[in-house]
């Protein structure tokens, strides 16, 4: 069965399944789910003898090794859960895998833990489908983001202002690992000094730099072709102790979402197709007609030639990313 993530808790609280194929992005949720399973099988103090996790090393999955820990008894569990990661499956292993998929013993629980899965093995994951639950873990939407946000504080009598609500899923990039932790650092300062409201003074104190956002301002810059303000904002990135490899990362990757957003136009379908938050979505959609399609396609190929060439000795790396900006805010 497929289920998406809001249903999965339910269905491991209130079923029986003895497989699951947990993938996706957010690993948050899926560490969760795992630990439901556990809390729900294994015994209080059994952990490390009724669970195993095996790790293949990012080769194909040992069939052997897998039903040698699936037939073991739990020693005092209901039942043992064997759980597989950083795994791959080889012809041999994907031809076995159904087989052993639709005959897990009574005793046993087996969860397959990745961040992707290649469904071109269809065979292989209709088996899953058939046999266990599956599931893609993706990234919250923002709305449903900004409600864990806002409720994980009111929870502790605190408001957070809606841009510094919406800075935080912008500073981690949706990770609800990363959002979680910083929304428990802030909980704890705002305890120590005696807050009841989370403001962007207090977000940018207590929290990594947003990029992100720097990286959309330094593209409005570009798109109005104020080189100046673009390369202070560069400045002042770099003065903060970001690494110019990432920044310039960040730019190539932004120049791509700005094709791509170019060529699905409206906000709706750039966040349909691209994963986009509202915000993002709408700032790409308005950037990218700053921009003609040639001249986007010039530039981040430029950002790769700059890459090879800083890679090889042949250009210096602030010198090139500031000689692209230029090039960039040029009519």
Not at 116 to 128: E, G, H, I, N, W
Not at 290 to 304: I, T, V
Request: hydrophobic content about 40%.
């Amino acid at each position: 069965m497929i289920v998406q993530t809001d249903e999965l808790n339910k269905r491991i609280k209130l079923e029986e399944d003895s497989l699951f194929l947990l993938y996706g992005e957010e690993d948050y949720f899926i560490d969760m789910a795992v630990l439901s399973i556990l809390h729900k099988y294994i015994a209080p103090g059994f952990e490390k003898m009724d669970h195993v996790k095996l790790d293949f090393g990012g080769r194909s999955v040992v069939t052997d090794i897998l039903l040698e820990n699936l037939e073991l008894p739990a020693w005092a569990s209901s039942k043992r859960v064997v759980q597989a990661v950083n795994f791959d499956f080889d012809k041999a292993a994907a031809d076995k895998m159904p087989d052993i998929l639709a005959n897990i013993p009574q005793g046993a629980v087996l969860i397959f833990v990745t961040d992707k899965f290649d469904k071109r093995k269809k065979k292989l994951y209709d088996a899953f489908v058939k046999y266990g639950t599956v599931c893609e873990v993706k990234h919250l939407e923002e709305g449903k983001l900004q409600r864990f946000i806002s409720t994980s504080f009111s929870k502790r009598n605190i408001t957070i202002r809606p841009d510094a609500c919406e800075s935080l899923i912008s500073r981690y990039d949706s990770s609800m690992r990363m959002i979680d932790n910083a929304v428990k650092r802030i909980a704890l300062y705002c305890s120590a000094e005696n807050l009841t409201d989370v403001d962007m003074n207090v977000v940018d104190e207590l929290c990594e730099p947003d990029i992100q956002a720097d990286i959309f301002k330094i593209m409005d810059a570009i798109g109005t072709g104020d080189a100046a303000s673009a390369l202070l904002l560069l400045d002042n990135l770099l003065k903060q102790k970001q690494p110019l490899q990432y920044i310039r990362f960040m730019v190539a990757r932004h120049f791509r979402e700005l094709i791509c957003a170019k060529e699905l136009r409206n906000k709706q379908d750039i966040m349909k197709k691209m994963g986009k938050r509202d915000y993002p979505a709408r700032k790409l959609s308005e950037q990218s007609r700053n921009f003609s399609m040639e001249k986007l396609l010039r530039l981040y190929d430029m950002c790769y030639r700059n890459d090879y060439d800083i890679k090889h000795g042949r250009a210096d790396e602030r010198a090139s990313l500031e000689s692209l900006i230029v090039l960039a805010s040029g009519r």
